[in-house]
């Protein structure tokens, strides 16, 4: 009798931690796949509003300023036939867009109020990796201070690393927008 409820106990903390072990394993993976997954979504937005850059309700440039982290453009992103001022931008390790909304008349974005949201978290770009590249109509990659009147395409790449002290390794996703609205110069 006691050999058997000496097995039973073995086998139950055996079973015990195998579910543990197994429910900390899918733990880390669902976060990951759901880190994946935002940034997907993320990086295909800000394709998709690049592309769409054109020219502000006040005549802004379609691009308002340009740096390896952070991008301001012009573009109606929401659909309503107005254009909205957008800023896609990092702070730490979150992707950010911000979008401001013309007023008055003549319009102006300056004093409105910007809508933030995230489009993707746990972005593992550094100074080696910039977040945008951009290159002029000849293909050739723009570099130092970029002249915001010859950039034609732009490259985003994420990175995403949900625990850089743990396996796997960083995802890198990487997506390229011709601006539609920009005439070469």
Request: proline share 3%; charged share 10%.
């Amino acid at each position: 009798m006691l050999v058997v409820i000496t097995m039973i106990t073995m086998v139950g903390f055996a079973i015990q931690y195998a579910i543990q072990y197994f429910y900390r394993a899918n733990t880390y993976v669902l976060h990951g796949t759901a880190a994946i997954n935002s940034a997907r979504n993320g990086i295909t937005t800000m394709a998709s509003n690049v592309r769409e850059a054109t020219y502000g309700d006040d005549g802004a440039y379609p691009l308002s300023s340009a740096a390896t982290s952070t991008i301001t453009f012009f573009a109606d992103v929401d659909k309503d036939g107005g254009v909205e001022k957008v800023r896609i931008y990092m702070i730490g390790n979150t992707l950010y867009r911000g979008v401001t909304n013309a007023a008055g008349n003549p319009p102006s974005y300056a004093g409105q109020a910007q809508a933030t949201t995230t489009l993707a978290t746990y972005v593992a770009n550094g100074t080696s990796t910039p977040l945008f590249r951009y290159f002029n109509e000849n293909g050739a990659e723009l570099t130092g201070t970029i002249n915001i009147a010859q950039i034609a395409s732009i490259m985003m790449t994420l990175m995403v690393d949900i625990n850089p002290s743990r396996a796997p390794d960083i995802y890198t996703l990487t997506e390229s927008a011709t601006i539609r609205n920009v005439g070469s110069e």
